[in-house]
């Protein structure tokens, strides 16, 4: 049975490695949160350690943290998996970074014979569990087909957006249209629900009409409309607002390195930041529609 380290065992880490588990491999977890092991564990999986303890036999190694330095220090650092792992083992990194971290990591790990590809997803956690995400994945052809048969237990679309950082720049522009999508919408429901119309009615409304989008479909940010979206469930869980800013911050800096001129997003990241100021990092991205609220 093929042995793959799954690093980050977060709120879509779980569920992916979870998937794997129940597609038949042998799943060896790391994550700093002893519950998250446990989670994996009682799933079918195995804990580890230290990443090291995870990674060692493994074939595969799949990451999926938080940010670009976790993923930097986690291959390349002095105690980083690139110094252990064996040369023909296959690494995917699912984490939203710098397209150009990927970049460094994705030319150290050709250096030393090790495939490698930058993989981020969308579809959040629900799309996890079910395991229907998309990928973005960049990287060589030949290892993105070496990689297709465990992004498709997990996913259901895989794209390949091009050579090294490629899968990041197309997440990045993703989530920032997404920022903008979820930040319009908190705006519209608001203006519907301050005049008296039901927001379920008025998502169902605007959801078959021109303002259609994946917010209405599938992430509705007014508490109690979609019973399985964060919303109805204080906004825990999900995509936390501290990630969301990350992104758009990779999104300003990309569009500084090509002077893109990104307006929605620039207001878009100012929203973000003002609602962190105002609630903390940590709750679900969606309730920014709670900026539209008045202070009590
Ligand atoms: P999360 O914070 O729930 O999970 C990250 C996990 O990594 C945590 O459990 C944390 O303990 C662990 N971790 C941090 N440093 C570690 C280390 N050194 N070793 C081992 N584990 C470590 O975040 P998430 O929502 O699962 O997001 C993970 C990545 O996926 C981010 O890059 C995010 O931008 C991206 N993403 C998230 C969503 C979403 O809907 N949540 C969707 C698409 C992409």
């Given at each position: 049975m093929t042995k793959i380290a799954f690093i980050g065992l977060g709120n879509m880490g779980g569920p992916m490695a979870q998937n794997l588990v129940k597609a038949g491999y042998d799943v060896c977890g790391f994550d700093l949160v002893p519950e998250a092991l446990d989670q994996l564990a009682q799933a079918g999986g195995s804990k580890a350690g230290s990443m090291r303890e995870a990674a060692q036999g493994a074939r595969v190694v799949i990451s999926m943290l938080p940010a670009g330095k976790h993923v930097e220090s986690l291959y390349l650092?002095?105690?980083?998996?690139f110094n252990i792992i064996d040369r023909s083992s296959l690494v995917i990194d699912c984490s939203t970074i710098e397209a150009e971290v990927a970049k460094k990591v994705g030319e150290r790990a050709e250096e030393q014979g090790i495939s490698f590809i930058d993989a981020p997803v969308s579809g959040g956690t629900a799309g996890a569990a079910a395991g229907t995400l998309t990928f973005m994945v960049g990287g060589s052809a030949g290892i993105v087909e070496q990689a297709r048969p465990y992004l498709e237990v997990m996913g259901q679309n895989i794209f390949h957006?091009?050579?090294?950082?490629a899968g990041q720049l197309a997440k990045i522009c993703n989530n920032m249209l997404l920022a903008v999508l979820m930040t319009g919408t908190s705006e519209a429901l608001k203006l519907g629900i301050d005049n008296g119309l039901d927001p379920a009615v008025l998502a169902e409304i605007m959801n078959k009409s021109s303002g259609g989008n994946w917010v209405l479909e599938k992430?509705?940010?007014?508490?109690?409309?979609?019973?399985?979206?964060?919303a109805s469930n204080g906004?825990?869980?999900?995509?936390?607002v501290g990630l969301m800013a990350k992104d758009l911050g990779l999104a300003l800096n990309t569009a500084a390195g090509s002077k893109t001129a990104t307006p929605m997003a620039s207001l878009a990241d100012n929203l973000y930041k003002m609602h962190a100021i105002r609630?903390?990092?940590?709750?679900?991205?969606?309730?920014?529609?709670?900026?539209?609220d008045p202070v009590n």
């Open positions: 650092g002095d105690d980083g998996l957006a091009g050579g090294a950082g992430y509705n940010p007014v508490p109690g409309v979609m019973p399985e979206a964060p906004y825990q869980g999900g995509f936390m609630t903390g990092s940590t709750k679900d991205f969606s309730s920014i529609i709670q900026l539209y």
